[in-house]
C-alpha cells in the first residue's frame, strides 16, 4: 500500500489523510468505519474513492469534513489541510473551514437544498455566513455562479425554488454552492447516482470543466468504474473500511493488482455489442404481444383545482417470444415501469391490448385474471421495500401458491429447493427479510417469483439496488434461470450496460414510446434514432471500458 | 454456486430497539406500575376486605378514612368506601378496555378499509368519519345514554361508538402509505385477495400506531364513563363505578371530603397513567426509519 505514495514537496499537496481510523459504537458488524488509512490529494487534481456500500467511503469524506454524527468518532490519524491537523479542531474552527476552503456536494440534491428558500437565497447564504462580501456583491456573485454551472436564464433561476428544478439542475445548483466561496479542495459524495445517464455525464463534464479551469482539487466518490475511468487522475479502492490499493487512475484500471480490485473491475458490466447466444431456437412460440397500449396518469381533483394529465405509456407496441429476453431501457419519467406495471396488470391500461399465450388480457377484470397471475411474475426494484418485514421468508413464499389451492407442505418443499437454487441456505425459510443483505433480498425476491413456474418474468430495476459484484451475481442467476427453465423476461433497467448483459432484443423508451428496437450490437454500435446516440454516448467511461475488458481478460 | 449463509442471529421482540426505546421511558413505566397494580387491586382486594361493597352499618355512617377496618373512611348508607372502591374500579376499568377494545376494532375495520380501497368508498368511509367527529362527542354520549336503558355493556358500546373515528384516521393515513410499497405490489402479483392484503399483508404493519391509539383510547373511555355516571346517565347506583360515587358525594363535599378525593384520585391516577404508557408507546414505536 505504502508504495503507491512516493514521497511528494508538501506544497504539491492540498489534503493528505494519514492513517485515519475512524470507530463505530459497539454492537455493529465492525468495530471500524474505516481503518488505517491514508492517502494524498494533489492539488489540481481528481482523487477518486471507489468502493461498494458499507466500504466507508462516505464516512472518509465526513471525517475530513468534520461532519461525523456523535456517536461515530475519529480513534486516531490525521487529515491535514494546508499543513494544519483538522482532526479534533474545534467546531468554530471547523466551520470556517468548511465552504471557504472544503465544501462538499451530496448525492440527492433535493433533500441536500432548503425546499423552501429561493436558489438564490440559499448560495448567498452561504457566501453571508462567511461574512463574504455585500448583499449586492452576492447577488452578482449568485447570479455568476449561476451561468457558471450552465443553469439556463440565470436570472430567473435566481428567484425559483429547488422543486421547480430537474434533479440535474438542483445538482448544478449544489455545485454552484459549493463554489460560491471559491474552496480549494471540493468533495463530491456520489453526486451523479441519483441521475440519468445523460444528466450524469453532463455533470461529470461540468465538474472537469470547472476543475480544470480553477485548478481545484477534487474528491470524488463513487461506487462507478465507469465513473472512475471517465474523470480520475488517482483512485483509491476501498473494501470494508481499509485501502486495499492505490494509485494513478491508469495503473489501477489497467493493471489492479489487489485481488479485490481486480474483482470488482471484472464485475463492472460493459457493453458487449454482442449478441447472445440464443437458446433452443426450434421450439419457440410467441408468448407476449403488446399493441398500442396507452396509459395516461391523471392526478388532481375533477371538481377542485386542475388536473394533471401525463401520458406515461403511449402507443406501445413489441413482441416476444419463448425463453427471449427483451430489455426495456429509458431514463426516469420514460414509462419504462408503467409499462412493467401494465404488463402484470398492477395498473389497468387505458387502451391497446396485450396479448398473453394468444389471450388478451389487457380487459380482464382483477378476478377473471387472478387465475393467469401465476404465469406472469415480477421482480422489483427495491429489495428493502419488497418483502413484508413482518413475515418470515418461508410466509413469503408460500402465500401466493397457497391462495392458489397449492397445499401447504408442497409448497414448503418447493420453497426450500427453490432457496437453496438461488444460493440461499435452507435455514433462510425461518428468517425474517431484515436478517439477510441486499443481494440475499434480492435473491429472495427471485424465489417468490419462481414459485409458481412462471410463463413470464419481468424484472423491474431488479438489480439497479444493488453493489456492482452483486449485480453480477443476480444477473448471472437470472440467466442460468432462463437456461434452465425457458422462461421468457422482460428486464427493465436504466442502465444500458446491464441490459446489454443479458438482453437478446432491446427497446428504447423515451417519453412514453419505443423510439428503437433491435438487438444490441444494432443499439450500442448502429443507433439508429437520435436519442439512443444520445443515450449510448453518455454511458460513463466505455472508451475505457472496452480498455478494462482487457486488462480483465487478458 | 455458494450458499449463502445469513449471519445475523434471529431477533426477538424484546431485544429490538422499541422496547428498548419504551424501557427508557421512565413515566411509561411507572404508568405500567400503577395500572398493574390497580387491576390487582380491583381484582383481588375485594376478598381481602373486612366488608362487602353492599354492607350497609348506619352506625358507622360517616366515617373518616383510617377509622378501624374502614381504610378509605365509609359512605352516608356507612359502606365501606375501599369496597366500594375497587368494585367500582372493576366496573370503570372493564368497561374503559372492552370500549377501547371495540372502538380499536370499528376504527380498524374503517381505516384499513378505507385506505386500501380508496377512490369512492374510501371517500365515502372517511366522510362518515368526518360526520361522527363534528358531532360533540359529550353530547352525542349524552343524548344515546339518556334515551337508551343504561347498562354497562350499553356504556360500552355508546363510548365506543362515539370514539373509533381517531383510531380510524390515523389506520387510513398508515394503510394508504402501505399501500404503495413494493410488497403489497407484490402480495398482488402473486394473486392474493383483497381481503388477505388488507388484513394479513398490510395490518401487522401498521399496528404501532393502533397500539398507541388505543392505550390513549383506554384512558379517554375511562374519563367518559366517569362523566356519564357522574351526571347520573351511566352505571346505575348500587352498581358502583368511579364515576357514581362522585356523584353520591356531591352534596357531601363539606362534611365528607373523601367521598370525593378518594374516586378522584383513582380515576386521576388510571387516566394519567394509560396516557405516560401511550406516550412511552408512540415514542417507542412511532419512529419512521426503525421498521423492523
Known sequence: MGSGIQAVTPADVALSVRELSVSL?????????????????????????????????????????????????????????????????????????????????????????????????????????????????????????????????????????????????????????????????????????????????????????????????????????????????????????????????????????????????????????????????????????????????????????????????????????????????????????????????????????????????????????????????????????????????????????????????????????????????????????????????????????????????????????????????????????????????????????VASQICDEIAVMHRGQIVERGPPSQIFLDPKSAYTRELVAAIPGEQAGSMLEHAANP | MTAIVAHAAPIRWWHSRAVYRFMRHHLALVGIAMITLLVLACAIGPYALAYDSLQIDLRARFAPPLSGNHYFGTDPLGRDLAARLLMAGRVSLLVGFSAMLLSTLIGTLVGVTAGYRGGWVGAALMRTVDGFLSYPSIFLVLALAATLRPSPVMITVIIAVTSWMETARIVEAEVRSLREREFVQAARMVGLSRRHIMFREILPNAIGPIIVAASLAVARAILLEAYISFLGYGIQPPMPSWGNLLNGAQQYLASAPWLAIIPGAAITIAVTSFNFIGDGLRDALDVRDDHI
Do not use: W
Not at chain 1, 425554488?161 to 454552492?177: D, K
Not at chain 1, 487512475?249 to 454482442?274: C, D, F, M, N, W
Open chain 1, 25 to 497: 459504537p459497539g454492537g455493529m458488524e465492525r468495530a471500524h468505519a474505516v481503518e488505517n488509512i491514508s492517502f494524498d490529494l494533489m492539488r489540481g487534481q481528481i482523487l477518486c474513492i471507489i468502493g461498494e456500500s458499507g466500504s466507508g467511503k462516505s464516512v472518509t469524506a465526513n471525517a475530513i469534513m468534520g461532519l461525523l454524527p456523535k456517536v461515530i468518532r475519529v480513534s486516531s490519524g490525521a487529515v491535514h489541510l494546508d499543513g494544519m491537523n483538522i482532526v479534533g479542531l474545534s467546531p468554530d474552527k471547523l466551520r470556517s473551514l468548511r465552504g471557504r476552503v472544503v465544501s462538499m456536494i451530496f448525492q440527492d440534491p433535493l433533500s441536500a437544498l432548503n425546499p423552501l428558500m429561493t436558489v438564490g437565497a440559499q448560495i448567498e447564504e452561504v457566501m453571508a455566513v462567511h461574512d463574504v462580501g455585500t448583499p449586492k456583491s452576492r447577488r452578482s456573485r449568485a447570479i455568476d455562479l449561476l451561468i457558471e454551472v450552465g443553469l439556463p436564464d440565470p436570472q430567473l433561476m435566481y428567484h425559483q425554488y429547488p422543486f421547480r428544478l430537474s434533479g440535474g439542475q438542483r445538482q448544478r445548483v449544489m455545485i454552484a454552492m459549493a463554489l460560491a466561496l471559491e474552496p480549494a479542495i471540493l468533495i463530491a459524495d456520489e453526486p451523479t447516482t441519483a441521475l440519468d445517464v445523460t444528466t450524469q455525464a453532463q455533470i461529470l463534464q461540468l465538474i472537469r470543466d470547472i476543475q480544470r479551469r480553477k485548478g481545484m482539487s477534487v474528491m470524488f466518490i463513487t461506487h462507478d468504474f465507469g465513473v472512475v475511468a471517465q474523470i480520475a487522475d488517482y483512485v483509491v479502492v476501498m473494501e470494508k473500511g481499509r485501502c486495499v490499493e492505490q494509485g494513478g487512475a491508469e495503473q489501477v484500471l489497467k493493471s489492479p493488482s489487489h485481488l479485490y480490485s481486480r474483482r470488482l473491475i471484472a464485475a463492472v458490466p460493459h457493453l458487449t455489442g454482442k449478441d447472445r447466444v440464443p437458446l433452443h431456437a426450434a421450439d419457440r412460440v410467441p408468448i407476449l404481444k403488446v399493441e398500442r397500449l396507452a396509459k395516461t396518469y391523471r392526478s388532481g381533483s375533477a371538481l377542485f383545482g386542475k388536473r394533471r394529465i401525463v401520458p406515461a405509456v403511449n402507443g406501445v407496441t413489441f413482441d416476444l417470444t419463448s425463453g427471449r429476453t427483451l430489455g426495456v431501457v429509458g431514463e426516469s419519467g420514460s414509462g419504462k415501469s408503467s409499462l412493467g406495471r401494465l404488463l402484470i396488470k398492477l395498473m389497468a391500461c387505458d387502451s391497446g391490448s396485450i396479448l398473453f399465450e394468444g389471450r388478451d388480457i389487457a380487459g380482464l377484470s382483477e378476478a377473471e385474471f387472478r387465475s393467469l397471475r401465476p404465469k406472469i411474475q415480477m421482480i422489483f426494484q427495491d429489495p428493502f421495500a419488497s418483502l413484508n418485514p413482518r413475515s418470515t421468508v418461508g410466509h413469503i413464499l408460500t402465500v401466493g401458491p397457497v391462495a392458489h389451492g397449492i397445499l401447504y407442505s408442497e409448497a414448503c418443499e418447493r420453497a426450500r429447493e427453490l432457496l437453496s437454487h438461488v444460493g440461499l441456505d435452507s435455514g433462510a425459510f425461518d428468517r425474517y427479510p431484515h436478517e439477510f443483505s441486499g443481494g440475499q433480498r434480492q435473491r429472495i425476491g427471485i424465489a417468490r417469483a419462481l414459485m409458481f413456474r412462471p410463463k413470464l418474468l419481468i424484472a423491474d430495476e431488479a438489480v439497479s439496488a444493488l453493489d456492482v459484484s452483486i449485480q453480477a451475481q443476480i444477473l448471472k442467476l437470472l440467466d442460468q434461470i432462463q437456461r434452465e427453465t425457458g422462461v421468457s423476461m422482460i428486464f427493465i433497467t436504466h442502465d444500458l450496460r
